[in-house]
């Protein structure tokens, strides 16, 4: 019994053997791409045995292209990115894996651009509302501070000021929106205290400040500090009263007086 080996359609084979035996296939010579191995078993009788096996070779150098694929039709000038690759002997050479730069594929730019492009509509929205309240504080602040000035048809003359002292040292933590921020300061907007027909207890807590407050089972642990020392009577009567008529709150403005007698 006797075992011979071809490669493909080898006439000659490459070595002859007898069973069992072990067989170092070399593939070095061979071009990369199908081949076959053809075992061939002929006993003493003369009785002959054939198995094929198909394989292939990856050997390298490697090419990748990029640009062109398997059967894509196309037509006129195209870009292609060609590469080619080598491997040491030994190593499971896959030029699939190889580092090939791919161009940007077009679904990341659509996304890159949308971004962008959202990004840019934030910023300008943003900025539109940033002028418009720095216009509306600025002409606020012009009104209140000409001598004489007489508030405009059919607005109350506290409102200019209450505006602008509510800007100046109340928005930062009650918001513009007089809606607070959640859990960290309470909102203006609807609060009982706010809107109710008495202002005493608005009157002290802008005047004394306030801390460990809890309002609608909500704890506010960050204090609000007093403005006694900071604002007049005229401009703490103006700021509530502008608080009490804002956000949809109805209650009656507060006069100077009022705030004078609460300082005592």
Known sequence: MRIEIFI????VPRQTLEPPATLDLDTEGLADGPHRLRVRAIDDSGTVGVEEIPFTVRNGPGIAVVGLSDGETVRGRISLLVNAFESRPGDAFEPTRAETPA????????????????????VATEYRAYRAAAATAQASSQAASTPGAAAPAGQ???????????GNKCAACHQLTGQGLPGVFPPLKGSPVVTAADPTEHIHTVLRGLSGKTIGGVAYATPMPAFADQLS????????????????????????????????
């Open 103 to 122: 161009p940007i594929p077009t679904w990341a730019w659509v996304l890159f651009l949308v971004v962008v492009a959202w990004g840019m509509w934030y």
């Open 233 to 264: 009577d005229e401009e703490v009567a103006a700021v509530l009263s502008y608080e009490r008529n804002s956000w949809g709150n109805q209650a009656p403005p507060v006069k100077p007086e009022d705030v004078k007698l609460a300082r005592r």
């Open 156 to 166: 109350p003359s506290w409102a200019a000021l209450g505006e602008q002292v509510f």
């Open 8 to 11: 493909d359609d080898e006439s």
